[in-house]
Structure formats: C-alpha cells, structure tokens
C-alpha cells in the first residue's frame, strides 16, 4: 500500500471522533454550562459549589473548559495533581465528595505556563476532552467556561447538543448586565435552553454593623431576569469568607453551610435539580 492510502481522511477521522464523544457523553445523564459574559463574576465559584451540592444527588463530574485560565483545580485543593492515562482513556482526577475533575491545569508543567492557542487548538483540546476522557457514569457534567461567546462555549455547545441548559452568572452592576445579554442570546442562539440567572457578589453584609453594602449596586440581576424574560435563580451574597476558602481550596459550600451565601446556593440547586428531573 502506498503512503497516502495509509493517511487517514481527516473528515473520516473527525467522524470518528464525533461517534467517540457521543459513546462517552452517553453515559451522562444531565449536562449544565456555566457561563456569563464578563470574568471575575463567580462562574468558577458557583461551578464548584453546585458540584459539591449536586453531589448529594448523584454521582458529578466537572470539564473545567477554561484552557486558559482554569480555576476549579485551585478551588477545590487539587492543585499539582496530574491527570494520567488509563487503559480505557485519560484518567479524570478525582476530588471532593468524588466529584470528577477534567482540567487544563492537570497538564500544564507549572502556573507560569500560559496556553497560548489560536482557535483550532482550543476546540481540538475541548473535543479531546470529551471524547477521550475516561468519563465514567455519572448523574450531572458541570462545565465552566471562560468569560464570553469565545471559541471554548461555541466548541462545547456544538459539540453537545443535549446540553439541558446554561446557567448565566452576573453580578449586579450595569456594565456586567450590558454584557450578560449577549450571552442569553448566544445560548438562545445555540438552541440551548436558559436554565436562568445566578447573580453572584449581590451585596456584602458589613461583619460589624450587619447593614447590607451593595458593593455593585443593586438589582441588576432582576432587571436581566426580566428584560430577557429568564428566571432569576438566585443570588449570592458577597462574602469575604467566600474567597478565602477558594484561595485555601476548600469548597465554600462545605465548610460554612449556614452562611447566607450557602443558603443561596442550596436554594439554586434544588431549582437546578426540578429542571432536569
Ligand atoms: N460571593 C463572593 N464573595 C466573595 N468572593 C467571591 C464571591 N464570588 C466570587 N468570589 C471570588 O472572586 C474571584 C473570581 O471568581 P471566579 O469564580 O474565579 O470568577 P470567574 O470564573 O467568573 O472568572 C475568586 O477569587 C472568587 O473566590
Ligand atoms: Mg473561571
């Protein structure tokens, strides 16, 4: 046989690999998105939180999608651990309450190592991802996205059309709703269904005084909910509790279960949980 017989076609391959994230993807029952329009609102945070609480209610794996910027390992004290190969796939690493965890960060050398990729290399990671991930059976696949409409939200929500819906993270200043709009479009757009809106740092209540400071200002999320006629599913208090335990790589949820904000996250996963069942 001559070389190029030998070569595969690339549309045959990628076929392949279409057929290999369905085997896989299969054997998850519900998959959520988490995404917004803007960074630093809380996706991560609200992702490993309502992985932890969802926990309660099956098994969970998390796709951290942000190539370029993941996070989930940092917060759920994973950091420095490795994914590896196993016999029937890439080896998730597994976290609290058993979560399964996929993430750039598992193979990067160091946290100086950017992820420099133009767009072909971030859906080819994405597709790897789910396809040659070693998923196991599970009850909810949270996946948390970068920031925007970028190549990695466009690659996951081609790529799972089943998705059950994206759940829109904001906070609740008018700069972050200008942008949140883009994103329930964007969703609408794919065809994916508006689980609704988290919006997160909504309020500080002062430890001295225990008067709420509205640190955003106040009602943004309200506005969006309306306005683009999406439930409101919650919003989370700020909390300087909240950002220690990130840094320390313990799941807020977890460890201070009686905070207002853990109240709002328990409020929002029972809502999450009568959508898909
Ligand atoms: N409600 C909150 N109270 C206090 N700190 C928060 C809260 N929500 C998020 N943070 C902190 O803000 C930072 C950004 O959150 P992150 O989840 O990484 O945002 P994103 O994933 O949207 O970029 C993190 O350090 C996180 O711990
Ligand atoms: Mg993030």
């Known amino acids: 046989m001559s070389e190029a017989h030998e070569v595969k076609n690339p549309w045959e391959q990628k076929d392949q690999q279409m057929e290999q994230i369905k085997n896989r993807m ?57 994914m590896r190969a196993g016999p029937t796939g890439i080896a998730p690493v597994v976290g609290p309450k058993g979560v399964e965890v996929v993430s750039m960060d598992f193979l990067l050398p160091n946290d100086e190592a950017p992820v420099i990729w133009r767009g072909p290399l971030k859906m080819g990671a994405i597709r790897q991802f789910l396809g040659e991930v070693a998923w196991g059976e599970q009850e909810f696949l949270l996946v948390d996205l970068p920031p925007g409409t970028g190549d990695e939200s466009l690659s996951i929500l081609q790529l799972l059309p089943e998705m059950d819906g994206v759940i829109i993270v904001t906070i609740p200043s008018e700069v972050s709703q200008a942008v949140v709009k883009k994103a329930i479009t964007f969703a609408r757009k794919m065809n994916v269904p508006v689980f609704g809106i988290v919006e997160n740092m909504s309020g500080m209540i002062c430890p001295h005084c225990g008067e709420t400071i509205n640190v955003f200002s106040e009602g943004g999320g309200a506005k969006v909910s309306e306005e683009m006629n999406v439930e409101l599913l919650g919003s989370i208090p700020m909390d300087p509790k909240v950002s220690v335990d990130s840094d320390a790589g313990v799941p807020f949820i977890l460890n201070n279960p009686d905070s207002p904000a853990s109240k709002a996250f328990r409020e929002i996963i029972e809502k999450i949980v009568k959508k898909v069942k």
């Open 26 to 82: 299969n054997k998850i029952q519900h998959k959520i998105a988490i995404i917004s329009g803007k960074g630093g609102v809380g996706k991560s945070l609200v992702t490993v939180n309502l992985a932890m609480g969802l926990a309660d209610n099956g098994r969970v794996a998390i796709l951290d999608a942000d190539l370029t910027g993941p996070c989930v390992p940092k917060m759920l004290g994973l950091k420095g651990t490795k």
